[in-house]
């Protein structure tokens, strides 16, 4: 599940609300082991997942770096560089 939270610090333009709420969605899932959790568990892990991509977004907004931005198409070119690499079959 983690491999699907990806790095959003110091992209141009910034991550989205949307891109923070998803990788905040997928950390809860994985502490808590439920993909889906059941109605008794339902309002605990919405407030955390809502918790969670509220500090992660002041978070990516106190960070600063001396880096030159990113760029999501090159960083996602690598990424599937690296996918095919990994995953190659002979």
């Known amino acids: 599940m983690c491999r ?3 790095t959003l610090h110091n992209f141009e333009p910034a991550a989205t609300d949307d891109e923070v ?3 905040a969605l997928q950390y809860v899932r994985k ?3 439920f993909t889906k959790p059941s109605q008794a568990n339902q309002e605990a892990f919405d407030r955390a997942v809502a ?3 509220h500090i992660s977004r002041h978070l ?3 960070l600063v770096t001396t880096a030159p ?3 999501r198409e090159v960083e996602a070119q690598k990424h599937r560089e690296r996918s095919a690499k990994r995953f190659a079959t002979a």
Do not use: M, R, Y
Request: hydrophobic share 40%; no cysteine; charged share 20%.
């Open 4 to 6: 699907n939270i990806h």
């Open 21 to 23: 709420h998803a990788a």
């Open 60 to 62: 990516l907004e106190d």
């Open 31 to 33: 502490i808590s082991g």
């Open 51 to 53: 918790e969670i991509a």
């Open 69 to 71: 931005p990113k760029n």
